[in-house]
């Protein structure tokens, strides 16, 4: 299994080409006052104009994501966090 910072990346896209995703580390989701969301290790946030400018300081719960790539990345509109 490949590892991300020592840690296994039990979540892995290599079926999307398309997309460009942000070679950074997430370890949570969410900065704000609902707390730190769990975030599969390996998982990215897709590069793109969002108004947060990490996962880890998101403050978008809303849950209501934005599909790129054709319908294939399910991502947070807050963040570009791959939630699919
Ligand atoms: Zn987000």
New binding site residues.
């Given amino acids: 299994m490949p590892e991300i910072d020592g840690k296994p990346a039990t979540f892995i896209r290599d079926d999307v080409e398309d997309v460009m995703f942000r070679d950074e580390e997430v370890r949570w ?2 900065g704000g006052a609902e707390g730190r969301g769990y975030v599969y290790p390996g998982r990215q ?1 897709v590069a793109g104009n ?1 108004p ?1 400018p990490h ?1 880890e300081v ?4 809303s849950g209501t994501g934005e599909w790129v790539a054709n319908g294939r990345v399910l ?7 791959d ?1 699919t």
């Fill in positions: 989701h969410g946030m969002y947060h996962a998101c403050e978008d719960y991502v947070c509109r807050g963040c570009g966090l939630c």
